[in-house]
């Protein structure tokens, strides 16, 4: 908990009171310590923070009995178990012991004060923002049209306009944080840290990191530096995907012998990530066939997590990173770990599903092997935004195309080739991880029930003018104006003029969850 920052909140707010014990908090009317820093000692009195008078509580200040055998001392009175070591109270789902001074008749004190607890460090959610789309993936996604159908050229071309994650994946991925920051401009720019060292307990697909913990530690400062020169950008930033799945289930001696090492470096990510007040931070947590039966087990790691990061917080989790899951499913698992969270104190959280490979149910060619390389079955999911379901699905912040999905898992080949991409679900002939996979792309793409232009499955006939119906009664200059768009597959817009993305063909919005062009007639 970090008191401190909610001490300095109370200041600014102004609503403490000058006081003979310090020059801005009134002196607390009891002795009981809740937090001690620099100036003292300090206490919580009818929902606000009070200074502890030293020379009256001088016999109790800083004595805790409970301290001895490893238990805090409560910063209430309220027994519900007493001891041969005394009373015990409880406090965010954990023990504490009831101090001796509880119920003192002078001083004497509220029975429970209503203490303080940490704020949300911020309430917006950046994915209802417009979102970065990364140019460099919708060159690539243009590069691979050659030889499709148009209606596939056409369905490809609304793709590019899908935004998509940023990793920071190697040793000079630090330095490609400005150059994403300054092409973003005021859009919400998504990045993935995944540079824990011996990512993946050191798995052959995936191998790679920092080579130790002060490396990894050097290049989330040198991230984090970047991010603060660009004060007014809004970032979301992953952190480092599969870890702590592998931290919970990972049985083999590589993942065994790398659990305090990726422990202490996911700490240090949230606390520097998560202190920054234009980062949104988001710890992954797997998805929900690999975790979703131990969410309590999930909630108490993640408890652990932010207990060692002290100046730091997520705003939520992400899951389904890399993976194809449903989204309903991953919501299922969103709701039984933030039920283990909120009983163990932590409350408030987010989460993010990637949906960037969930177009197609995979749950039974899933159930098979469980592969997670390339697996065939696949097909590009629900585009990329922000709060897509408040009503029915309140935990969710975005849907986002965390994976970019024509990038390969990993291959069969090579000095880096990995058994499961061999396997007769995983799609054949597979470049080494991260590298473009042309052939994939296409085979998704044709399979995703989305990206089609609006209405391009029915044929409204009965909305053009009959034979019977006079050509004078529609005269020429009713005709809409000839749309532009429609030469690369799009349609223009008809009911909006707010421009969402601009690009070398001009102004695009938003109709139906589909993209449309803005039509010379909203610039009059």
């Known amino acids: 908990m970090k008191f401190l920052e909610i001490l300095s909140i109370f200041a600014a707010a102004g609503s403490a009171m000058a006081s003979s014990c310090h020059p801005d908090y009134e002196c607390c009317k009891g002795c009981q310590t809740i937090l001690t820093d620099d100036e003292g000692n300090w206490g919580a009195e009818n929902g606000q ?38 009373k ?20 004497t004190e509220p029975s429970q004060p209503s203490q303080p607890t940490k704020p949300t460090k911020k309430s917006e959610n950046f994915f209802d923002n417009e979102l970065y789309v990364n140019d460099v993936y ?15 050229q056409a369905k490809a071309r609304r793709v590019e ?54 490396k990894y530690k050097g290049y ?38 790398v659990h305090d090492l990726h422990k202490t470096a996911l700490s240090y990510a949230i606390n520097v990530f998560g202190a920054l007040d234009n980062v949104n931070a988001y710890l992954d947590c797997a998805h929900h066939v690999w975790l979703g039966w131990g969410a309590p087990k999930v909630a108490a790691l993640i408890k652990e997590l932010l207990d060692n990061a002290p100046d730091g917080d997520v705003r939520g989790f992400s899951t389904n990173v890399s993976n194809y899951q449903p989204i309903d499913q991953e919501y299922e698992y969103h709701e039984k770990l933030n039920a283990a969270l909120e009983d163990l104190g932590i409350t408030g959280k987010k989460f993010i599903v990637d949906t ?7 749950t039974e060619a899933f159930a098979v092997n469980q592969t997670w390389c390339n697996l065939s079955a696949a097909g590009l999911g629900e585009p990329s935004r922000g709060s897509p379901d408040p009503e029915n699905k309140p935990l969710l912040d975005a849907y986002m195309w965390l994976k970019p999905p024509a990038e390969s898992d990993g291959s069969d080949k090579g000095s880096r080739a990995d058994p499961v ?57 009713e005709k809409p104006a000839e749309c532009k768009f429609e030469a690369v597959g799009f349609k223009c817009c008809t009911t909006t003029c707010e421009v969402y993305y601009t690009d070398d063909t001009g102004d695009w919005g938003v109709e139906n969850n589909d993209w449309c062009g803005i039509p010379d007639s909203c610039k009059k």
């Not at 060159?139 to 209606?151: D, M, N, Q």
């Not at 190697?170 to 919400?188: C, F, I, N, R, S």
């Not at 960037?356 to 995979?362: F, L, N, Q, T, W």
């Open 421 to 477: 991409c061999a396997r007769e679900d995983s799609f054949p002939g597979a470049p080494d991880a991260g590298s473009w996979f042309e052939a994939y792309f296409i085979s998704m793409l044709e399979k995703s029930p989305f990206y089609k232009a609006s209405g391009e499955t029915t044929k409204p006939t009965e909305e053009k003018p009959t034979e019977e119906k006079p050509t004078e009664e529609k005269p020429a200059e």
């Open 161 to 214: 306009k899908v935004s998509t994650a940023v990793w920071l994946a190697w040793e000079g991925a630090p330095d490609e944080v400005a150059p994403h920051l300054e092409a973003a401009g005021k859009k919400t720019v998504t990045f993935i840290m995944y540079m824990i060292p011996t990512r993946d307990c050191g798995s052959l697909a995936s191998a790679g990191g920092a080579k130790d913990l002060n």
């Open 356 to 362: 960037s490979r969930s177009g197609v149910d995979i």
């Open 220 to 257: 989330v400062n040198s991230i984090a530096a970047t991010i603060k020169k660009y004060p007014d950008a809004k970032v979301n930033m992953i952190i480092e995907p599969d870890t702590l799945g592998n931290l919970i289930t990972g049985d083999t001696e590589a993942c065994k012998n």
């Open 138 to 152: 919708a060159k690539k996604i243009e590069g691979s049209l050659k030889g499709l159908s148009p209606e596939l």
């Open 88 to 107: 015990w109270g409880a406090e965010n789902g954990q023990w504490c012991g009831i101090p001796d001074n509880c119920g003192a008749s002078e001083p």
């Open 49 to 86: 923070w009070c200074f502890i008078d030293e020379k009256k509580c001088s016999d109790s200040i800083g004595k805790c009995k409970f301290e001895k055998i490893g238990y805090p001392c409560c910063s209430h009175c309220n027994v519900i178990l007493t001891d041969e070591s005394g």
